[in-house]
């Protein structure tokens, strides 16, 4: 039910945001949810260092 695509079409950091939700859907099937220490760090930082890198990419040059 619902929208299942959750990540805007030519969004270039899909898979990133793909890989983080993976790895939150794995921990919250494991554990029943995310604890300390435990909340897909790695994916998430990917993620954000993508969409940095997309953000001054987009930037005008002045």
Avoid: F, W
């Amino acid at each position: 039910m619902g929208n299942q695509n959750s990540t805007p079409l030519n969004d270039p950091c899909a898979s990133a945001l793909e890989a983080y939700l993976t790895c939150v859907e794995k921990k919250n099937k494991e554990s029943g949810g995310l604890r300390d220490g435990d909340e897909c760090e790695d994916e998430i930082k990917a993620y954000k260092d993508c969409r940095q890198a997309h953000k001054k990419v987009k930037k005008p040059s002045q």
